[in-house]
């Protein structure tokens, strides 16, 4: 069976996802104003969460976990495998590349899998394993940051599905990834 990866993220107008220490806090000051950004019902459909190291330690910042689906992290570094012990069995630790974790997710019986992260989404991007993305920008400007998208072996190409407006400025868009 083949997994597919999603992509459902936010970014500053200048296309950051994160300030230079992973602090999200531009984003999170847009919670409770009500909104429904279409998340639940973009979870609803996904079987599993792929993410890097850095936006795992970024969320564990945040209580409590915000995830109802199991997490596989990413990361070939010696924190790998610090996971708290509140979120065993909810969070598992993943030293392969991007092809294998698919290829295992799929044997596991995954069809869907939302891929977060940028250096993690960049990986995918570059493999072909990103089917589509839905991309918030928030108007604000951060400067710098942890960018979206960083260098590519070769362009990617999308195809826009839609646009949506929110009250808030929060502008939406969908992109399915060109084959």
Same mark, same amino acid.
């Given at each position: ?54 936006t ?18 990413? %990361? ?11 979120? %065993? ?18 044997q ?14 960049? &990986? ?22 942890? %960018? ?8 990617? &190409?999308?195809?826009?599905? &839609?646009?949506?407006?929110?009250p &808030?400025?929060?502008?939406? %868009? ?6």
């Open positions: 069976m083949m997994v597919t990866g999603h992509v459902f993220i936010a970014t500053s107008l200048d296309g950051f996802i994160a300030r230079p220490d992973g602090s999200i806090d531009w984003l999170l000051a847009l919670d409770g104003q009500g909104e429904d950004h279409g998340y639940e019902d973009f979870i609803r459909d996904m079987d599993v969460i792929i993410m890097g190291r850095n795992f330690a970024t969320m564990c910042n945040y209580r409590p976990w915000p995830y109802t689906r199991p997490v596989l992290v990413l %990361s070939r570094g010696p924190s790998l495998g610090l996971v708290p012990d509140y979120l %065993s069995g909810q969070v598992e630790p993943c030293d392969t590349d991007p092809a294998a974790v698919m290829m295992m997710l799929g596991r019986g995954c069809r869907r899998a939302y891929v977060d992260g940028g250096l993690v989404i960049q &990986s995918f991007l570059q493999l072909g394993l990103i089917q589509d993305m839905v991309v918030t920008r928030v108007p604000v400007l951060l400067g710098e940051g942890r %960018s979206l998208f960083g260098p590519l072996a070769g362009d990617v &190409s999308l195809t826009h599905v &839609s646009t949506r407006c929110f &808030s400025g929060l502008v939406q %868009s969908t992109y399915k990834v060109a084959a």
